[in-house]
């Protein structure tokens, strides 16, 4: 009952889009134009994709960059109050970036309002990070480890602690840097929104 219960792993996730295919691994491989020994490798939970491999398997397969991160039939969304489920990290989703490490926690559930991430930050300041993200909704962000600089749109950046959490508007423009003599940084995130498709929002940002 426990396995049965257990969050699917990328792995998981992947398997099954090319059971419901009949894909074998090498015409899978020559759709998505990933060798056919990494794919075998992600299946058994060796190894995880990087975002634009994500992007380009989501692409050149024609489905959504959020399928990936939970597998499973409409109808098996509850419908009613009561769901749970526990995020631990070596079960979560890793996307990476240039300027961070994504963790995505519980992605058993889907359509969820709130979305919990695990990040560790490696970007040291607003130039190397870039253009400021921009998304709909709110988000909370809570320094689990090292220092971290918040920089928004309409604020003077604040520097964080550990310890210490920061709410923001999530339209705002805003990044987190590490800050103070830390080489990364880590936090958790909180981002919720009303709206559907906040997972997709997401997705969207970290190219």
């Keep these: ?10 792995g998981t996730v992947m398997k099954s889009i090319r059971s419901r295919n009949g894909w074998t691994l090498k015409e899978m ?7 056919v020994s990494t794919l075998s490798k992600v299946e058994h939970d060796r190894l995880t994709l990087s975002y634009d491999k994500l992007q380009q398997l989501s692409q050149r397969l024609n489905i959504r960059m959020s399928d990936l991160f939970a597998e499973g039939d409409e109808d098996s969304t509850p ?4 769901r749970r489920s526990i995020g631990t990290i070596d079960q979560a989703v890793r996307v990476t970036t240039d300027n961070y490490d994504y ?3 519980c992605t058993d559930l889907r359509q969820k309002r709130m979305i919990p991430i695990i990040t ?3 970007a040291h300041s607003a130039r190397e990070f870039g253009e400021l993200v921009r998304h ?3 988000e909370f962000i809570f320094v689990l480890e090292g220092e971290v600089e918040i920089h928004t749109e309409f604020y003077d ?12 508007d ?3 423009g805003h990044a987190y840097v590490v800050a103070g003599e830390f080489e990364e940084a880590l936090v958790l995130g909180v981002c919720s929104s009303a709206d559907d498709g906040l997972m997709d929002s997401l997705m969207s940002l970290h190219g």
């Excluded at 950046?157 to 709410?167: D, W």
């Design 1 to 10: 009952m426990a396995d049965r219960m257990a969050p699917p792993t990328l």
């Design 29 to 35: 491989s020559a759709k998505s134009g990933i060798p």
């Design 79 to 82: 419908r009613v109050t009561g």
């Design 103 to 105: 963790h995505y926690l």
């Design 120 to 122: 560790r930050i490696r």
């Design 136 to 138: 709909h909704g709110e």
């Design 157 to 168: 950046p604040v520097a964080l602690k550990t310890g210490q959490g920061i709410y923001l």
């Design 170 to 172: 999530s339209s705002m």
